[in-house]
C-alpha cells in the first residue's frame, strides 16, 4: 500500500465511528413515562395503560407461545391483572378516536376479566395445558383491542 491509501484507510476508520454515534444521537429516545427500550417501543400504541398491560403480556405469552415455558406467567400473572385491571379503568386517549370505540373498550374489559380467570387457574394449581389456553384467550382479546387502537400488528 502507498502512504497515501493508508492515510485515506486511517481517515476512513477515524470518520466511521463518528458517523455511527451521530446516527445514534438522532435516534428518538424511548419515552420515559412508557418506559422500555427501542426495541419494544415499536410495539406500542397510543395508550399508555394498554402498553403497560403490553409489556407484562409479552413478557408471559411469548416464553409460553414459543417455548412452551409458563414459569414467566405464574410469576408475573397478578401484574397482569393488575395492568388489566388498571387499563380497562382507564380513559381511553383522544387519538386516534379508535381507541374510545366500544368494540376497543369492550375488548379492555374483556383483558382484564379473562385476566382475572387466568389468575383463578394459575391460583388452583391448572396444568400448563389449561394455563397456555387461558392466556392465548387474553392475548387475542389484546389483539382486538390493540389493533383498533392503532398499536402494532
Known amino acids: ?45 397510543p395508550w399508555k395503560e394498554m402498553n ?7 413478557a408471559a405469552w411469548h ?36 381507541c374510545g370505540t366500544e368494540a376497543v373498550r369492550n375488548a379492555a374489559t374483556k383483558v382484564a376479566t379473562e385476566s382475572k380467570a387466568l389468575v383463578a387457574l394459575v391460583d388452583s394449581g391448572a396444568d400448563d395445558a389449561k394455563l397456555k389456553a387461558a392466556l392465548k384467550g387474553v392475548h387475542d382479546s389484546f389483539e382486538v383491542a390493540e389493533k383498533g387502537c392503532g398499536g402494532h400488528g
Open 63 to 98: 416464553p409460553a407461545s414459543q417455548k412452551g415455558d409458563v414459569a414467566p406467567l405464574k410469576a408475573r400473572v397478578k401484574e397482569l391483572l393488575t395492568t388489566a385491571d388498571a387499563w380497562a379503568a382507564s380513559k381511553p386517549p383522544a387519538t386516534p378516536a379508535s
Open 1 to 45: 500500500m502507498t502512504t497515501r491509501t493508508l492515510l485515506i484507510a486511517a481517515l476512513v476508520a477515524a470518520i466511521i465511528p463518528v458517523q455511527l454515534t451521530a446516527q445514534d444521537a438522532t435516534r428518538p429516545k424511548p419515552d420515559s413515562s412508557q418506559g422500555g427500550t427501542m426495541d419494544d417501543q415499536h410495539m406500542m400504541g
Open 52 to 58: 403497560a398491560f403490553h409489556r407484562v403480556m409479552a
